[in-house]
């Protein structure tokens, strides 16, 4: 066997899992504020430019979690969905607070804090968080990745499924005017005529059935690096591949598609050739 020479740039396993630890640690304090403002009757709500929602929690949250690491790793560069781009971009912790604000206003317990870290580009802790149904997932590149459940002292495993036939496949998708958006509506319609069941499960939560091995495919669209960092390590820890829609291995693109990897390629030549765009 030819020898080969290490990559001295790459981060250490011994490295990740202190960065895991950490990150653990950062969604405790971002839990602790959120939870504190959920379902509160005088939550402050208000309109971004974009006209999408951002709460009181939503701020405090970002806040939180920049606090500790301007304490703890004040190297490091944060991208975050409230608060923007700050520091170096080789070690980038990508946050979002609240992934799922919607929700969260409604008093709806389907969201999440999102917390990555992004090294030389790539995403290589992941903890997501959702504490309103008591409910964590994490993983670092080379550690597996990880549930807690509810009754269980000892964190779960996460394995993706062996589902191989696309008749026994389960999907999620964002909503049905997400993909009519952007000329792929007809796409979604053959793509749900193919598989066993289809279903909108939320934001975050559908990419941790996925690594739970409960789903075949996600996908979404009009996402940016902060709604799905996190995701990248959970699910290709738990053995599932993650790529844009169009099979890139970027989240640059707005789009993102999470499989158990057996059928990656099936569902990437199905969305290529079925439904066509408008």
């Not at 969905?81 to 929700?103: C, K, M, V």
């Not at 199905?270 to 066509?276: F, I, K, R, T, Y």
Request: proline fraction near 4%; charge should be negative.
């Amino acid at each position: 066997m030819t020898p080969t020479t290490p990559d001295l740039t790459a981060p250490s396993a011994d490295a990740l899992a202190d960065d895991l630890a950490f990150a653990l640690r950062l969604a405790d304090a971002a839990d602790a504020v959120s939870m504190a403002r959920f379902d509160a009757a005088d939550l402050d709500v208000r309109l971004k430019a974009d006209a999408s929602h951002v709460t009181e929690a939503d701020l405090a949250t970002e806040r939180a979690i920049r606090d500790m690491l301007a304490a703890e790793r004040p190297d490091d560069g944060v991208l975050g969905e409230e608060y923007g781009t700050t520091g170096d971009t080789r070690r980038q912790w990508i946050i979002d607070p609240i992934d799922g604000t919607a929700n969260y206003l409604k008093g709806i317990p389907m969201w999440a804090t999102l917390i990555a870290l992004s090294v030389d580009g790539t995403p290589r802790v992941g903890v997501v968080s959702q504490p309103a149904i008591g409910r964590r997932w994490w993983a670092a590149t080379g550690h597996g990745a990880w549930t807690n459940v509810p009754g269980e002292t000892t964190p779960r495993s996460l394995s993706v499924s062996s589902t191989d036939d696309l008749a026994q496949a389960s999907i999620s998708f964002q909503s049905i005017h997400q993909w009519d958006e952007v000329g792929r509506g007809e796409q979604l319609l053959a793509l749900s005529r193919r598989v066993w069941r289809d279903r909108g499960y939320g934001d975050a939560w559908p990419y941790m059935l996925l690594a739970e091995g409960r789903l075949e495919f996600v996908a979404e669209f009009g996402v940016k690096e902060y709604d799905l960092a996190a995701h990248v390590p959970i699910v290709t820890e738990a053995g599932g591949r993650f790529t844009d829609i169009d099979g890139a291995e970027t989240l640059s693109t707005r789009s993102s598609l999470a499989t158990n990897g057996i059928l990656h390629d099936t569902f990437l030549e199905m969305l290529a050739h079925e439904g066509g765009r408008a």
